[in-house]
């Protein structure tokens, strides 16, 4: 009986394998080091399902199917990851073909945030819902976008990029080609430098406190605790983050009119310094019909989401 899935979160340092049921539980987890090139990892990959599944006392008959989610370029119909910038030399890489040929079971891949849309669809936040779409703010701002219930890929399966919304006519040139995108306000570094750029202009302030007066030290989780103490210099900060984020997805509900936004990452560890002036913001600039139904939540996969999303997206 094929009573069991296998999912694969493939990051630039860790290459997490879970062994999932029908239900999107966990049993077994292992996490290795990802490794570097091309053949290395996919031999990691291999042997992480293999193990998996023997630490288990299963056999490889009983898995239905493995997801593998990735960051990066990713063809999910091809099954082939175009391009990853943080591992070295994994470029047009067959990965649908190469495992399925090792193990002889059916494969699936995607996009790492389109799977953790998925996952927090069928097993998370989302659970009951069809149309969501779903955030991580950290280093970056990813974003999936789940559309009756299906990842919506777009035409060169590249939809999503939610982080490159231009939320200024003009600003900062952004990496995609753009100006003012979302993510050159709001990505981890630059809620740091705006800050930073605070603390310079005035003084009164408990962060440099809390980094004994380094502010290289500054980090998202400073600013959080900040906040938490009343502080209001990191509360403006918080207050203008919503605000970016608030501009972009207005854009969004009014267009997709979705029934959840799912925020996850760090950043999102926030909670209501974020998510209080972000609701109430949203509800400012959004048709009220479309307000009254779009809600605002917190991930609730956290760390597993890429383990539980990859391994829905192989139950078929
Ligand atoms: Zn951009």
Redesign the pocket.
Known sequence: MENFLIGVDLGGTNLKTGLVNMDGKILEKIVVDTGEGKDIVLKQIVKAIENITSKAGKDKSEIAGIGIGSPGLVDSEKGIIRGLTNIKGFENVHMKEYVESALDIPTFIDNDVNIMAYGELKCGAGKDAMNIVCLTLGTGVGGGIIIDGKIYRGSSLSAG?I??I?VNVDGPK??????A????YIGRDRIIKRTIEKLTQRKESIIPKLVAGDLKKITPKIIYEAAAVGDTLAIEIWNETAQYLATALAGIINVLNPELIVIGGGIANTGKYLFDPLRDMIKERVFPFLAEKTRIVRAQLGEEAGIIGSAMLAKV
Do not use: K, N, V
Not at 181 to 184: M, V
């Open positions: 990029e982080g490159h231009p952004c990496i995609c080609g753009g100006r995108c979302l993510e050159s």
